[in-house]
């Protein structure tokens, strides 16, 4: 039997986090500090309260919890493999859900966008491609591209290595491989994925949660 791309396809994997109450921990703990980080990022490169705002991978709405207070009501959109966990978060992390309509939390497993409407602005994939196999990183940039015409700003995160390195471990200790969760790329393919999807990438600087890097994706414009 082949293993799952990542823990999180393991058939009843969140189901059984749920059950124990584990909404948080699911996502990878650290949860107000990395919500912080995450919103502080999105506010640093340009998001403002009219824009609209992609979670994707949004779990139990570690972001979502501090973006949905501070974007105007309905401007933000979540999308989740799991719409048990996005339920969850719904209940128990927002302060006012009044301000998010629950439809508005989408389940996609393969980034589709299905459901999403083309109005977003700016995106967010954080702590999500680090789970998947390279190809995901070409589809998800591709599909962003694709689907959200007026996108200012998509911002993700990945491991790095150099090309031809089996297994890595990252300045904080976590350990990344080419072949199994957690996924590593080489900056190269990161810069080529995202050339083919018509997107300008910028890897930044900013020291994130396990070594994460995080770049920025600008859509390439005409003229």
Same mark, same amino acid.
């Given at each position: 039997?082949?293993?799952?791309?990542?823990?999180?396809?393991?058939? /009843?994997?969140?189901?059984?986090? %749920?059950?124990?109450?584990?909404?948080?921990?699911? $996502? /990878?703990?650290? +949860?107000? !500090?990395?919500?912080?980080?995450?919103? @502080?990022?999105?506010?640093?490169? &340009?998001?403002? =309260?009219?824009?609209?705002?992609?979670?994707?991978?949004?779990?139990?709405?570690?972001?979502?919890?501090?973006?949905?207070?501070?974007?105007?009501? /309905?401007?933000? +959109?979540?999308?989740? %493999?799991?719409?048990?966990?996005?339920?969850?978060?719904?209940?128990?992390?927002?302060?006012? *859900?009044?301000?998010?309509?629950?439809?508005?939390?989408?389940?996609?497993?393969?980034?589709?966008?299905?459901?999403? *409407?083309?109005?977003?602005?700016?995106?967010?994939?954080?702590? $999500?491609?680090?789970?998947? =196999?390279?190809?995901?990183?070409?589809?998800?940039?591709?599909?962003?591209?694709? @689907?959200?015409?007026?996108? !200012?700003?998509?911002?993700?995160?990945?491991?790095?290595? #150099?090309?031809?390195?089996?297994?890595?471990?990252? =300045?904080? &200790?976590?350990?990344?491989?080419?072949?199994?969760? #957690?996924?590593? $790329?080489?900056?190269?393919?990161?810069? %080529?994925?995202?050339?083919?999807?018509?997107?300008?990438?910028?890897?930044?600087?900013?020291?994130? *949660?396990? /070594?994460?890097?995080?770049?920025?994706?600008? *859509?390439?414009?005409? &003229?």
């Amino acid at each position: 039997m082949s293993l799952p791309i990542s823990p999180y396809h393991k058939p /009843g994997f969140y189901a059984k986090s %749920l059950a124990r109450n584990q909404h948080r921990d699911i $996502v /990878g703990g650290r +949860w107000d !500090e990395t919500g912080r980080a995450q919103m @502080s990022l999105l506010l640093d490169h &340009g998001l403002r =309260p009219h824009h609209h705002l992609l979670d994707i991978g949004c779990g139990s709405l570690r972001l979502g919890s501090k973006a949905v207070p501070y974007l105007d009501v /309905g401007h933000y +959109w979540g999308t989740d %493999l799991s719409a048990e966990l996005m339920q969850r978060g719904y209940e128990l992390e927002l302060a006012d *859900p009044s301000r998010l309509p629950r439809s508005q939390l989408v389940m996609d497993a393969d980034f589709t966008f299905t459901g999403v *409407p083309d109005i977003i602005t700016h995106a967010l994939c954080f702590a $999500v491609l680090t789970h998947l =196999p390279e190809a995901y990183l070409y589809r998800c940039l591709s599909q962003v591209r694709a @689907s959200f015409p007026i996108l !200012e700003k998509l911002l993700f995160t990945l491991f790095l290595a #150099p090309e031809n390195t089996k297994s890595l471990r990252q =300045p904080d &200790g976590v350990v990344t491989h080419a072949a199994r969760a #957690p996924y590593h $790329v080489t900056v190269e393919t990161a810069l %080529l994925a995202a050339k083919d999807a018509g997107f300008v990438l910028e890897p930044q600087t900013t020291r994130l *949660p396990r /070594g994460q890097i995080l770049f920025v994706a600008s *859509p390439v414009t005409s &003229g």
